[in-house]
């Protein structure tokens, strides 16, 4: 679960899937976020998480919960059971049966909980050694325990594969993350773009050497050509991609490492299908639309989700009767296989009944020059339901007026996508993968409106 989690959050998840023990960290904020969900976690009986019963702490010496029930240190754990860790006991797998729980961000309402069975996460590490076999060998995993990347990934890439996963921090830290890869010499990353972004503008960016890493895989969805160019050359990785996926998708669903022989499609596509993948652009009715059309992108594969747990209404919406899950993005795929990401189908900006997607406009604004990062939403209005907001963040050092970029944009954009109200801002909200919440931003520029 994610670690930022406050307690309303934490108990609605460990309540939503009958959590019966909890590892937790020994922080103080932890601790006591902990106690806010739990409110009768001293006493004999749990009514507000009843199936909760084991407490372990990992990172401390002492015990602060000693005096509650079924509390242990994790290092005690270990060290009392030490003698069995070298004992090996084979026994029967029930290939559908549930091993692991994601948890989606809940940017749209309450975190849903995303499930995998045995079988799907042989496939999904099986897979992943297959097509990144050759680059993993010591394997930087900077994202957070609650992203597949590292919690899955990281975890059991080792049981097939001889490699080292490396871990740099428990929490989103682009200074830890190079410095394990120049200790440890990375051979392979997949972090998501804000990570790249904060570690190219690191003060200490230089006291590293990066150059271990063959290649880095950047997931996002609308990340920037010149951007990928770029990382390329300033932190001189020898092969650089974008990977493409979802929680509920347990790996990527396509990537661009092996396109060699053609530098435009391997900056602007996401990629083509991984092994074992199917993939199809569809309309709203669920038609399969032709090649280059836009539509919904909906997958199917070994790999995904077997359904959201304890919540068969959210997992008929999700996945169709023959298994197709619908990802809630919008795409279109060229006649040689290469998807092209376009929007997501929740933040389209309906503006008088005109459709418009944010990435279209980010885009062009990404051509201005003091422009480092941008993100386009729609603002509520009561005339036309929405009017297209953008907060804007400029390179160090530069400047530039909401109406100098207007002007700019102007013989770029047609006049109903300019965006109508321009933020400057020094940075974005976050999550802890650094993904940056769009509804939040929608919040921020109603409360300037208004102010």
Same mark, same amino acid.
């Given at each position: ?47 507000? +998480? ?16 000693? /005096?509650?029930?079924? &509390? ?13 860790? &070298? ?43 297959? =097509?990144?076999?050759?680059? #993993? ?63 190219? /503008? ?12 063959? =290649?880095? $895989? ?18 001189? %990785? ?6 493409? $996926?979802?929680?509920?998708? $347990? ?6 490492? =092996? #396109? ?10 996401? $990629? ?18 032709? #090649? ?6 909906? +997958? ?19 996945? &169709? ?26 933040? %389209? ?6 459709? &418009?997607?944010?990435?279209? %406009? ?29 907060? +804007? /963040? ?58």
């Amino acid at each position: 679960m994610d670690p930022t989690y406050v307690a309303r959050e934490l108990a609605y998840g460990l309540n939503k899937v009958g959590c019966k023990g909890i590892v937790i960290d020994g922080t103080d904020s932890a601790l006591n976020t902990l106690k806010l969900a739990v409110p009768d976690l001293e006493k004999e009986s749990r009514n507000s +998480v009843p199936t909760l019963k084991y407490i372990i702490v990992t990172g401390l010496d002492q015990n602060p919960l000693a /005096a509650i029930r079924d &509390t242990h240190l994790y290092n005690e754990l270990i060290m009392q059971n030490k003698q069995h860790l &070298t004992e090996h006991e084979i026994c029967p797998v029930d290939p559908e049966l549930l091993l692991s729980i994601f948890w989606t961000s809940g940017s749209t309402g309450q975190p849903k909980a995303v499930t995998f069975t045995n079988f799907g996460v042989f496939n999904i590490i099986a897979m992943f050694v297959f =097509y990144y076999g050759s680059y #993993i060998s010591r394997h930087c995993a900077p994202l957070t325990m609650h992203h597949m990347s590292s919690g899955l990934l990281g975890c059991l890439l080792p049981s097939m594969n001889p490699c080292k996963i490396i871990i740099p921090a428990l929490t989103f830290d682009p200074e830890a993350t190079m410095r394990a890869i120049h200790e440890e010499k990375c051979t392979c990353m997949l972090p998501g773009a804000a990570l790249l972004h904060f570690i190219l /503008a690191h003060p200490n960016r230089y006291k590293y050497d990066l150059s271990s890493l063959q =290649y880095v $895989g950047v997931g996002g969805k609308s990340i920037q050509p010149d951007f990928l160019r770029m990382l390329k050359t300033e932190l001189c %990785i020898d092969r650089i991609g974008q990977e493409y $996926g979802l929680t509920e998708s $347990g790996n990527f669903l396509t990537s661009t490492l =092996y #396109i060699d022989h053609d530098d435009d499609r391997r900056y602007t596509s996401i $990629g083509r299908c991984l092994p074992h993948i199917e993939l199809k652009i569809v309309s709203n009715d669920g038609t399969t639309l032709p #090649i280059g059309s836009e539509g919904e992108i909906w +997958v199917r594969g070994y790999s995904i989700t077997c359904g959201y747990y304890n919540d068969p209404e959210q997992t008929a919406e999700a996945i &169709t009767n023959s298994g197709w899950f619908r990802t809630g993005d919008i795409g279109r795929m060229d006649e040689e296989g290469y998807l092209f990401f376009v929007g997501r189908k929740k933040e %389209i900006i309906i503006q008088g009944g005109l459709n &418009t997607y944010p990435l279209e %406009i980010e885009q062009v604004i990404y051509e201005h020059p003091s422009v480092a990062e941008v993100y386009v939403f729609g603002v509520p209005d009561p005339l036309m339901g929405e009017v297209i907001g953008a907060f +804007v /963040a400029l390179k160090s050092g530069m400047t530039c007026e909401a109406e100098e970029l207007k002007l700019f944009l102007s013989d770029k954009l047609h006049a109903y996508i300019m965006p109508k109200y321009i933020r400057f801002v020094d940075d974005f909200p976050r999550t802890p993968l650094g993904k940056v919440p769009r509804y939040k931003l929608v919040e921020d520029m109603v409360r300037a409106l208004n102010n």
